[in-house]
Nanobody, 121 residues
Framework: QLQASGGGLVQAGGSLKLSCSASGRTLRSYNMGWFRQAPGKEREFVARIGRSFGTHYADSVKGRFTISRDNAKNSVYLQMISLKPEDTAIYYC?????????????????WGQGTLVTVSS
C-alpha cells in the first residue's frame, strides 16, 4: 500500500514537497509515478522515475516539479516549486512494472490515498 503525504494550502508561486512511502512493498523494484486529479477532471500523469533514476515529466510541470527517490528510505518524492492555481488537485503516487516510459494510469498499480494540494491565487 502506498501513502502520499505533504499536501496542503499554498499561495501561487509557493512550493511543496510531497512524499510517497510504502508498506509491504519494496519500491526499489518499481518504476514510480505521480499523478493528480482535479475536481471534475480525469486523473493525469505528472512525473515518473525509473528504477535507474531516469525521469520523465508532463509538459505542464516540466521545469517546476522534480521527482526523486530514496531507496534506502523506501520513498519517492515530488518537489514542486512555482506552484500555480491550476496545480490544485489530489496527488497520488503509484508503482509500475512496465518497462519504458508510460503515462497511462492503467499501467500503474498500488494506488494509495492521495494528498490534497491547494494553490490559491
Amino acid at each position: 500500500q502506498l501513502q502520499a503525504s505533504g499536501g496542503g494550502l499554498v499561495q501561487a508561486g509557493g512550493s511543496l514537497k510531497l512524499s510517497c512511502s510504502a508498506s509491504g512493498r519494496t519500491l526499489r523494484s518499481y518504476n514510480m509515478g505521480w499523478f493528480r486529479q482535479a475536481p471534475g477532471k480525469e486523473r493525469e500523469f505528472v512525473a515518473r522515475i525509473g528504477r535507474s533514476f531516469g525521469t520523465h515529466y508532463a509538459d505542464s510541470v516540466k521545469g517546476r516539479f522534480t521527482i526523486s527517490r530514496d531507496n534506502a528510505k523506501n520513498s519517492v518524492y515530488l518537489q514542486m516549486i512555482s506552484l500555480k492555481p491550476e496545480d490544485t488537485a489530489i496527488y497520488y503516487c503509484a508503482a509500475t512494472t512496465v518497462v519504458g516510459i508510460t503515462e497511462q494510469p492503467r499501467d500503474f498499480v498500488s494506488w494509495g490515498q492521495g494528498t490534497l494540494v491547494t494553490v490559491s491565487s
